[in-house]
């Protein structure tokens, strides 16, 4: 077999856990390689804590997973993978590890013996905080309550299955001497919010962030990595969240040199309008921004401004004050900043008030920390992109309009003047010194993690006019996206990232593509679905919440017919609780409220999985045609657009999934590898991506980094229902967009798409040929997608 292309021409994402480990995988292979992908894109390798089923809490970076099958797994399946002509990409965690000390022997050192440790470096721990001692956030209630379950082992603390190192010649110490004398404080676990004094992922205290911008910590910990890359066993990297560094450009850059240029990606956000910045040597991002653009072609703009009026007068006024995105986004920030985020708020407060208390600049002394504070929180919560990334980037992060608003928050218009100090130190105003340093690069991390937790943790679960719209990286306040908007992505795509990722379902996807496209079509039926749902809810009680309600009928619309009733239920009603815990309104992780969750269980129950759930149901059924024409639509857009694309385990078919863990569940393979679906026949869908898989394998260069994008416009009554594109002048797709709206306006009509130059195939129906102008019904007679070869002249 030839060796697999430096550059994959597609990738398929395979979901590793102990019950999906590296030899069920290496027996996959057969039937992976034979949907013609280039490369295996593997969930992290590294071990983890034990059990974990998704492997981003790694506990030791210089060894493969033993629970997966370990160094030598890996190593067959790559082999494995070889002979079939595939190579692997894996992803990698640099910003964090696990937080669990008798599984981290890191950690372990560093608790035992404290800032001197050679691996004290390794973390980002604030030791001047909390007396020098390192505070765990493990205890199930105060100190006082849970005394008497610690126990000394040895020269081990032991608090039920939690172990901890005691500092040499401390474990004969009566208890409170003896907490007192180590680098480390258990606590009660509601601590961790307003107390914590080290660096975690996101708000999960689970997970201390890492000193990745240290060169030392960097070589330490993709050692193993680096040695699997030279070594041959893989081939190319994703990054996790390369947000939370301190450095992401410079750690990019050192990744870059080390991996000698390997094909690498980032798990980058991108907001509306924002690009990738240009000076990272990366192929580009993981694909949400593919994710986004692709979605709102299926969606009707007009239809979702209908659809949102309908929401307001179905939640109102239960909503988060009356569905306002912006609004909403606001509100999530700020209850994030001072709850779940408390700790880093905390952080980056002292950092600016030690800097301008010892700053030699007159203009930056006498700020008081709540006036700094005040105005860091109301600069943060403006930010409409994940972070900046230097003092030139942040002036088109923190504008000026951002801190005009900001200074009106205070009573006092002298204490105002924070907001300028703040915005100054950002611009780098202040000189660029450790210290400045330092206060931008917390800014950053914190407002990485605000802007996760504030739009994707909290606001999707709280503005749910249109559940496919809150998706990673979206824009649920205006998704839709055009031909023309598409198109310009697209070309920009080729032109500067052509080897980027790209990707319609992920693990971390709120709902996989083909819940999504279902989805999507009430933007073109928005009066339709409010009377059915008035229907259906009619009677049915109780309701806990009208926004609540909303989505939930909208979940069970989404997900359809799936499995057995009993199943379906408990994915939905375990969905809809993760939702309300998100959403923060009634109920959450920390605070939960079983009064309220019982209701909402109850009402899954009795409603959308019970009697009154079939007017939804048949409302989807009988919308299925214009959701087959999504779900092929997206699909083949996706696989034949510019960029790499990814599939998520199990998508080739027609793949339903709800929000993790319901969409990390092992894949299905048969004994053979071969899909596993009994009956030896395949979806359209299936149909479809192998039919564009194949036609990417043969013809690299039509797709590849050297290709070109050409827009290809329909004419006519019903033009702007055709999306289409040429590939290099030799290949092109066209579908169906809008699919119920164009039968409701009475059908493709006299709408034609001219075709470049020559004569077409069409690859999935041998002996349809093209050319020149050819009529869109005829076009689409058999189906909503079209994909077609150019002919040999």
Same mark, same amino acid.
């Given at each position: 077999?030839p060796?697999a292309p430096?550059?994959?021409t597609?990738t398929?994402?395979?979901?590793l856990?102990p019950?999906f480990?590296f030899s069920?995988?290496?027996t996959?292979?057969?039937?992976?390689a034979?949907l013609n992908?280039s490369?295996l894109?593997?969930s992290?390798?590294?071990?983890?804590?034990?059990g974990s089923?998704?492997?981003?809490?790694v506990?030791d970076p210089t060894?493969?997973?033993?629970?997966?099958?370990?160094?030598?797994g890996?190593r067959e399946?790559?082999?494995t993978?070889?002979d079939?002509?595939l190579?692997?990409i894996?992803?990698?965690?640099?910003?964090h590890?696990?937080?669990s000390p008798?599984?981290?022997?890191?950690?372990?050192?560093?608790l035992r013996d404290?800032?001197?440790s050679?691996?004290?470096?390794?973390?980002?721990?604030?030791?001047e905080?909390?007396?020098?001692?390192?505070l765990l956030?493990?205890?199930g209630?105060?100190?006082g309550?849970e005394a008497?379950?610690?126990?000394?082992?040895?020269?081990?603390?032991?608090y039920?299955?939690?172990a901890f190192?005691?500092?040499?010649?401390t474990a004969?110490?009566?208890l409170p001497?003896?907490l007192d004398?180590q680098?480390?404080?258990?606590?009660?676990?509601?601590?961790?919010?307003?107390?914590l004094? %080290?660096r975690?992922?996101?708000s999960?205290?689970e997970?201390i962030?890492?000193?990745v911008?240290d060169p030392e910590v960097f070589?330490a910990?993709?050692?193993?990595?680096?040695?699997?890359?030279h070594?041959g066993?893989?081939?190319?990297?994703r990054v996790?969240?390369?947000? *939370?560094?301190?450095d992401?450009g410079?750690y990019?850059?050192r990744l870059?040199?080390?991996?000698g240029?390997?094909w690498t990606v980032?798990?980058?956000?991108?907001?509306?309008?924002?690009g990738?910045p240009a000076?990272w040597?990366?192929?580009?991002?993981t694909?949400?921004d593919?994710?986004?653009?692709?979605?709102?072609l299926?969606m009707?703009?007009?239809?979702?401004?209908?659809?949102?009026?309908? !929401?307001?007068?179905?939640?109102?006024p239960?909503?988060?004050?009356?569905?306002?995105?912006d609004?909403?986004v606001?509100?999530?920030?700020?209850?994030?900043?001072t709850?779940?985020?408390?700790?880093?708020?905390d952080?980056?407060?002292?950092?600016?008030a030690?800097l301008c208390?010892t700053?030699p600049?007159?203009?930056?002394?006498?700020r008081?920390?709540?006036?700094?504070?005040?105005?860091l929180t109301?600069l943060?919560v403006?930010?409409?992109v %994940?972070?900046? !990334?230097?003092p030139?980037?942040?002036a088109t992060?923190v504008t000026?309009?951002?801190?005009?608003?900001a200074?009106?928050a205070?009573?006092?218009?002298?204490?105002?003047g924070a907001?300028?100090?703040?915005?100054?130190l950002?611009?780098g105003?202040?000189?660029d010194?450790?210290a400045?340093?330092?206060?931008?690069t917390?800014?950053?991390?914190?407002a990485?993690a605000?802007?996760?937790?504030?739009?994707?943790?909290?606001?999707? %679960?709280? %503005?749910v006019?249109?559940?496919?719209a809150?998706e990673?990286?979206g824009?649920?306040g205006?998704?839709?996206v055009?031909?023309d908007?598409?198109?310009?992505?697209?070309?920009r795509v080729?032109?500067?990232w052509?080897a980027?990722?790209t990707?319609?379902?992920?693990h971390?996807a709120?709902?996989s593509a083909?819940?999504?496209?279902?989805?999507h079509v009430l933007t073109?039926c928005?009066?339709?679905?409010a009377d059915?749902l008035?229907?259906?809810?009619?009677?049915?009680?109780?309701?806990?919440d009208g926004?609540l309600a909303w989505?939930?009928?909208?979940t069970v619309f989404?997900l359809?017919p799936?499995?057995d009733?009993?199943?379906?239920?408990?994915r939905v009603?375990e969905a809809?609780?993760?939702?309300v815990?998100e959403?923060?309104?009634f109920?959450?992780?920390t605070e939960?409220?079983?009064?309220?969750?019982e209701?909402?269980?109850r009402f899954?129950?009795?409603?959308?999985c019970?009697v009154?759930?079939?007017?939804?149901?048949?409302?989807r059924?009988?919308?299925?045609p214009?959701?087959?024409?999504?779900v092929?639509g997206?699909?083949?857009v996706?696989l034949?657009?510019p960029?790499v694309?990814?599939?998520?385990q199990?998508?080739?078919?027609e793949?339903?999934?709800?929000v993790?863990?319901?969409?990390?569940?092992?894949?299905?393979?048969?004994e053979?590898?071969?899909? *596993?679906?009994?009956g030896?026949?395949?979806?359209e869908?299936e149909?479809?991506t192998?039919?564009a898989?194949?036609?990417?394998?043969?013809r690299?260069?039509?797709?590849?980094?050297?290709?070109?994008y050409e827009p290809?416009?329909?004419v006519?009554p019903?033009?702007?229902?055709?999306?289409a594109?040429?590939?290099s002048g030799?290949v092109?797709t066209?579908?169906?967009?809008?699919?119920l709206?164009?039968?409701?306006?009475?059908?493709?009509?006299?709408?034609?798409?001219?075709?470049?130059?020559?004569?077409?195939a069409?690859?999935?129906?041998p002996g349809?040929?093209?050319?020149?102008e050819v009529r869109?019904?005829?076009?689409?007679?058999?189906s909503?997608?079209?994909l077609l070869?150019?002919?040999?002249?």
């Amino acid at each position: 077999m030839p060796p697999a292309p430096a550059v994959p021409t597609a990738t398929y994402r395979l979901q590793l856990q102990p019950d999906f480990p590296f030899s069920a995988a290496t027996t996959a292979v057969p039937h992976l390689a034979a949907l013609n992908i280039s490369h295996l894109h593997l969930s992290p390798v590294l071990e983890a804590v034990p059990g974990s089923r998704h492997g981003y809490d790694v506990v030791d970076p210089t060894r493969v997973r033993e629970e997966l099958g370990g160094e030598e797994g890996l190593r067959e399946l790559s082999r494995t993978a070889r002979d079939h002509g595939l190579g692997l990409i894996l992803d990698i965690v640099p910003n964090h590890m696990a937080m669990s000390p008798r599984h981290n022997p890191a950690l372990w050192e560093v608790l035992r013996d404290g800032p001197s440790s050679p691996r004290a470096r390794w973390f980002d721990i604030d030791w001047e905080a909390q007396g020098g001692q390192v505070l765990l956030p493990v205890l199930g209630g105060p100190l006082g309550e849970e005394a008497d379950r610690l126990k000394v082992d040895g020269d081990v603390l032991r608090y039920h299955d939690h172990a901890f190192p005691l500092r040499e010649g401390t474990a004969g110490l009566p208890l409170p001497r003896l907490l007192d004398a180590q680098w480390y404080r258990p606590v009660w676990w509601r601590l961790a919010r307003t107390e914590l004094n %080290y660096r975690r992922f996101f708000s999960i205290s689970e997970l201390i962030g890492v000193r990745v911008e240290d060169p030392e910590v960097f070589a330490a910990t993709h050692a193993k990595i680096l040695e699997l890359l030279h070594e041959g066993v893989v081939d190319g990297l994703r990054v996790d969240h390369p947000d *939370g560094l301190a450095d992401p450009g410079g750690y990019l850059r050192r990744l870059h040199e080390a991996t000698g240029g390997r094909w690498t990606v980032v798990e980058k956000i991108l907001a509306d309008g924002e690009g990738l910045p240009a000076s990272w040597p990366v192929a580009g991002t993981t694909g949400y921004d593919a994710l986004r653009h692709v979605d709102g072609l299926f969606m009707d703009p007009a239809g979702f401004g209908e659809l949102l009026d309908r !929401y307001r007068a179905f939640a109102a006024p239960q909503t988060d004050r009356g569905g306002d995105w912006d609004a909403t986004v606001r509100r999530a920030a700020y209850k994030v900043l001072t709850h779940e985020l408390a700790a880093e708020s905390d952080r980056l407060t002292r950092v600016a008030a030690r800097l301008c208390a010892t700053s030699p600049e007159t203009a930056l002394r006498d700020r008081a920390p709540w006036a700094l504070r005040t105005a860091l929180t109301e600069l943060l919560v403006r930010l409409e992109v %994940y972070r900046p !990334y230097s003092p030139e980037d942040a002036a088109t992060v923190v504008t000026e309009e951002a801190a005009a608003e900001a200074r009106r928050a205070f009573a006092v218009p002298e204490e105002a003047g924070a907001v300028d100090v703040v915005r100054d130190l950002l611009l780098g105003r202040y000189g660029d010194g450790p210290a400045q340093a330092e206060f931008r690069t917390r800014f950053a991390q914190t407002a990485s993690a605000l802007r996760a937790k504030s739009v994707e943790d909290t606001a999707f %679960y709280r %503005y749910v006019p249109l559940l496919s719209a809150t998706e990673v990286g979206g824009e649920p306040g205006d998704p839709a996206v055009g031909p023309d908007r598409f198109h310009a992505y697209c070309a920009r795509v080729q032109r500067d990232w052509p080897a980027t990722g790209t990707v319609l379902s992920t693990h971390d996807a709120k709902r996989s593509a083909d819940v999504r496209a279902a989805l999507h079509v009430l933007t073109e039926c928005p009066g339709r679905w409010a009377d059915v749902l008035a229907e259906a809810s009619r009677g049915v009680e109780p309701v806990p919440d009208g926004q609540l309600a909303w989505a939930a009928w909208q979940t069970v619309f989404g997900l359809g017919p799936a499995g057995d009733e009993r199943a379906r239920e408990e994915r939905v009603r375990e969905a809809l609780l993760k939702h309300v815990r998100e959403a923060g309104l009634f109920t959450s992780w920390t605070e939960q409220e079983p009064p309220y969750e019982e209701a909402v269980a109850r009402f899954v129950a009795a409603g959308p999985c019970g009697v009154p759930g079939r007017k939804v149901a048949e409302l989807r059924e009988a919308l299925e045609p214009h959701i087959r024409a999504n779900v092929l639509g997206a699909a083949l857009v996706h696989l034949t657009m510019p960029g790499v694309p990814d599939l998520y385990q199990g998508t080739e078919r027609e793949h339903r999934a709800l929000v993790d863990p319901d969409n990390r569940t092992p894949p299905r393979f048969g004994e053979n590898g071969d899909g *596993g679906d009994g009956g030896g026949g395949r979806s359209e869908k299936e149909a479809v991506t192998r039919a564009a898989l194949a036609l990417r394998a043969r013809r690299p260069e039509v797709f590849g980094t050297s290709a070109s994008y050409e827009p290809l416009a329909a004419v006519g009554p019903a033009a702007d229902h055709c999306l289409a594109f040429a590939r290099s002048g030799e290949v092109v797709t066209a579908v169906t967009r809008l699919s119920l709206r164009l039968a409701e306006s009475g059908g493709w009509r006299d709408t034609r798409l001219p075709l470049p130059r020559g004569r077409w195939a069409d690859v999935r129906e041998p002996g349809r040929e093209f050319e020149r102008e050819v009529r869109a019904a005829e076009l689409f007679a058999a189906s909503p997608v079209v994909l077609l070869e150019r002919l040999p002249e």
